[in-house]
């Protein structure tokens, strides 16, 4: 489970061999999310409102980035 990135201290990572569909992680302290990486719809967990916010702005100019991780990935 690489961090792929770091956003002050929100954490966003991708498991190897994840489960569909095509998500990403963001942590932060003891919360968690699961953001769809084509939908950037919220897929499970919470963030508090600030750091969700950060979540998703990065991840709005960050898909394509998000995709290629996913599938270099997904087929380890």
């Known amino acids: 489970m690489p961090v792929i990135h770091l956003i002050d ?3 966003i990572l991708i498991y190897f061999d994840d489960h569909l569909p095509p ?3 963001a942590q932060y302290n003891e919360f968690e999310i699961l ?3 084509d939908s950037l719809e919220t897929y499970s967990g919470y963030l508090p409102t600030k750091q969700s916010k ?3 702005a990065w991840a709005k100019e960050n898909q394509n980035f998000l995709r290629e991780k996913w599938t270099e990935f997904y087929d380890i």
Request: proline residues 0%; without cysteine.
């Open 54 to 56: 950060r979540v998703f």
């Open 23 to 25: 998500h990403f992680h």
């Open 9 to 11: 201290s929100i954490r």
């Open 35 to 37: 953001i769809e990486i």
